[in-house]
């Protein structure tokens, strides 16, 4: 085994069977479809055009490339779609650094060539984002190889190995024949994605919102800078974008489609399911920076007879965010507020316990308290979550924290 | 694609048009406004001190040319949403962006000197010290970036480019021949003109201030940056070509006044732009005098605050660093490594009393010079490929104008390079 870089492979000699120089190395291709790391094929630049010669030929690999066929044995390249091209694609390119993550840019990329059997194997170990890879390729050819080799080996290495890389590719088509899913990324927590998405240019936002599952692309889009989250659902088509949309927390939705184009909103709202769009309209209607405007409309409301138990039944098949398990709500006739019993109470109490005998006074607000007064009650309380009533003083919904912090945060 | 698209543009209310162009209105104006730094004013003055109304021509031109490659620059950044230095690093290699960036570093650090430079003598007119001055200066740059947000920073440097308007004042008050100044615009000169060596090598000087490396840089990453979009991009232009042509108004009437006062006084020797200032006050009155003085401050700080950050993202994004003022330091120290020494540096050599500061600032000069075709050549490349830019591409008509104004961009500043050398 050995390890050989791109930017040392890139313009090297190649010699066939005979030992003849026939031309140099121009492109390593990756078809994912057979191998996930594995080089498929080199493109060769020769007298007689760029051909392609199979990994399967190649009996060595470094400063020269030799194989074990005759140049008359390489075919002819065809661009091919399917194929990853390490130069093209990945050399100078961002990409998705899911342990870091962050988005950084190749330096250069590391293989590796073991012997197998009377060939060898070349494989994509690690693509270098530190100051090795920038200085091997900025001596490149100035100064002789062994000098660069004894220098570069000082540097110490900033290496992200393969497994923990995500490809950026806008071409839809190209996604999927390349097998790029941004698996590593979809399972990073959707406040990170948030923040890689953000730093990413326009078009490589789309394409991860166009891939990712529609769970998590919802959640990470609730963590995004409100533009960039209309510039990002804008260039989704409707039906997608609903799909997301739909998933996301009722409040953030409504708050999203409000700062869409009204053409836009409609056509989102369109494709989702007729509750979902009742949901999320009805949160629509309230002016933006009052209580109203806050509010999740996905809380924990119980009758003032029931039990602990009960309680218990309601959490577990509760389908909210968790900010909003918070305080489980007390209700009277009418939907009328009667009290609130906070989560801890219920989680310490016997399950025979009647709710009512846990209930704390509650706060709660009229639907039109703007944003500043709503922020006060959380601060003089220590409120997680404060309920909003109607003029009838029934209870219509909540605020949780989290959006009291978010707001505080963008007002800024 | 347009905003037409969506709603036929005959039906779209003026109104419509005019929220269309203020929620894009920023880059192209500030960038071009910038562009009448230190250096600028000073060249313009020296124009209409020593040849009158004689080099308003060179205006019109340089207005076609400025806007032909800013609308390049700001079309590349709407469309692909990446700053200028991330697609040649994207496609033409490692090693190149690496010379590019180089030299962008050492040619917008001798710009950066010429700035902290003009804020010390514009003060120095109002009897403050520059050992007062440019400390303060320095710290007011790394504050206002710092701590500022995209949008409170573009706001501070709108009214900033706004400011500029005292030059046109001073320009009026200075009552020149509007009849001959407008004639001198709109003619080209006498043959005879170009033969004279020092005509020649005035419009050299004219020509080679206009389009600046770093120009291109810092128009892109603010169109980036502010996130417009290639729908939003037609009336991105229109904040392109109003931006240019408001900084070629301040520039004329900078000569006009220069013209009607200095060179009818006979003053014609001017060593900077505060210098202008001065030479203006017996001839010009008070008012003419401490407007081109407040102009200089205004336009010296404004173009040290924009200069040092527009590099430092430039190099960071170009090689790969992290950057971006919503990191902290230790998460992207490159970046602020370099935005500070740029900072303390280029203000620091101010202070020592026998630093050779002409000499380092032709030497910046030349080497914008150098760097200038290979950025102008870049862009028409980028703005070329079809991949990268789809039907946003350079369509025929414009690529004869554009190769036509960087072959004399290219020429012109090569010329002024000799003439320097």
Not at chain 1, 295 to 320: C, H, K, N, Q
């Amino acid at each position: 085994m050995s390890a050989v870089a791109l930017s040392e492979l890139l313009g090297a000699v190649v010699r066939d069977a005979s030992g003849a120089v026939r031309g140099r190395v121009r492109e390593l291709a990756i078809a994912p479809s057979d191998h996930p790391t594995r080089i498929a094929y080199l493109v060769v630049k020769t007298d007689s055009g760029d051909r392609m010669l199979s990994a399967d030929a190649l009996k060595a690999c470094g400063a020269t490339v030799r194989a074990e066929n005759d140049v008359d044995a390489w075919p002819k390249h065809t661009p091919s779609d399917g194929v990853l091209l390490l130069k093209r694609d990945l050399l100078d390119q961002q990409i998705i650094d899911v342990h870091g993550r962050k988005v950084v840019r190749v330096n250069d990329v590391e293989l590796d060539s073991a012997p197998v059997n009377s060939h060898v194997v070349l494989s994509v170990t690690a693509v270098d984002v530190g100051a090795r890879g920038a200085i091997r390729r900025l001596v490149k050819g100035v100064v002789p190889s062994f000098t660069s080799r004894a220098l570069l080996d000082r540097i110490p290495p900033r290496v992200i190995p393969w497994q923990f890389v995500d490809l950026l590719e806008t071409d839809p088509a190209r996604r999927v024949k390349l097998k790029i899913a941004y698996e590593g990324l979809s399972r990073m927590h959707p406040a990170d994605i948030a923040d890689i998405v953000e730093e990413l240019p326009p078009a490589e936002r789309e394409a991860v919102f166009e891939t990712i599952d529609e769970e998590v692309a919802a959640e990470a889009l609730e963590e995004i800078d409100p533009d960039i989250q209309v510039k990002i659902v804008e260039s989704l088509d409707s039906e997608r974008a609903a799909h997301i949309v739909t998933e996301m927390d009722p409040d953030a939705a409504a708050d999203l489609l409000g700062e869409l184009p009204e053409d836009q909103s409609g056509a989102i709202l369109e494709e989702m399911t007729p509750e979902d769009r009742q949901e999320v309209s009805q949160l629509l209607e309230f002016g933006e920076r009052t209580a109203a405007g806050r509010m999740t409309i996905e809380y924990i409301a119980i009758p003032t007879s029931a039990l602990v138990s009960d309680a218990i039944d309601v959490l577990r098949a509760f389908e909210g965010t968790r900010e909003a398990l918070a305080t489980v709500y007390l209700t009277g006739e009418g939907q009328r507020l009667m009290g609130a019993v906070p989560l801890v109470s219920i989680a310490i109490s016997s399950p025979t316990t009647q709710l009512s005998a846990l209930a704390e006074d509650v706060v709660s607000c009229p639907s039109d308290t703007p944003d500043d007064e709503v922020a006060n009650l959380f601060d003089k309380y220590n409120l997680l979550t404060l309920a909003v009533v109607d003029e009838h003083g029934r209870l219509a919904g909540i605020i949780t924290a989290d959006d009291v912090i978010a707001m505080l945060r963008h007002r800024r | 694609m347009t905003a037409a698209t969506t709603t036929p543009s005959s039906k779209r209310s003026l109104r419509a048009r005019l929220l269309a162009f203020l929620a894009v209105v920023g880059p192209g104006f500030i960038t071009a406004n910038v562009d009448n730094d230190a250096g600028g004013i000073w060249i313009y003055s020296v124009a209409g001190a020593q040849f009158g109304y004689a080099m308003l021509w060179t205006m019109i031109p340089t207005t076609v040319a400025l806007v032909v490659v800013q609308e390049m620059a700001a079309r590349m950044g709407a469309v692909t949403g990446k700053g200028l230095s991330d697609l040649i690093r994207e496609e033409f290699g490692f090693r190149i962006t690496f010379f590019l960036m180089l030299a962008l570093v050492a040619t917008n650090f001798g710009n950066i000197m010429a700035e902290f430079a003009g804020v010390a003598s514009s003060l120095q007119l109002f009897g403050v010290s520059k050992y007062v001055v440019v400390p303060l200066a320095a710290a007011f740059v790394w504050v206002l970036v710092v701590q500022g947000t995209y949008h409170s920073v573009e706001k501070i440097f709108l009214m900033a480019s706004g400011f500029y308007v005292c030059y046109i004042v001073a320009g009026i008050l200075a009552h020149p021949d509007w009849r001959i100044a407008t004639e001198a615009t709109l003619t080209t000169p006498a043959q005879v003109g170009f033969r004279n060596y020092g005509h020649l090598y005035m419009v050299i000087g004219l020509v080679g201030t206009t389009i600046a490396p770093w120009m291109q840089f810092y128009l892109q990453a603010s169109v980036v940056e502010k996130g417009i979009t290639p729908r939003q991009y037609r009336a991105s232009r229109w904040d392109v070509i109003i931006g240019c042509l408001f900084a070629a108004m301040v520039a004329w009437f900078i000569i006009v006044a220069c013209a009607a006062t200095l060179n009818r006084g006979g003053v014609t020797g001017i060593r900077d732009a505060a210098d202008a200032a001065q030479a203006l006050r017996p001839l010009a009155g008070q008012y003419a005098y401490l407007l081109f003085a407040a102009g200089l401050f205004n336009a010296s700080l404004f173009a040290a605050s924009i200069l040092p950050i527009s590099t430092s993202y430039a190099v960071c994004e170009g090689l790969g660093f992290e950057s971006g003022l919503d990191k902290k330091f230790h998460e992207a120290p490159a970046f602020y490594w370099l935005y500070t020494a740029l900072i303390v540096t280029g203000a620091g050599v101010l202070l020592i009393p026998s630093f050779p500061l002409t000499h380092v600032m032709v030497l910046s000069q030349v080497v914008n010079g150098v760097l200038l075709p290979f950025v102008l050549f870049f862009m028409l490349n980028l703005t070329n490929d079809h991949e990268l830019m789809g039907e946003h591409v350079n369509s025929r008509p414009f690529n004869v104008v554009a190769w036509i104004t960087v072959v004399a961009m290219l020429g012109l500043t090569i010329a002024m390079l000799l003439t320097q050398l």
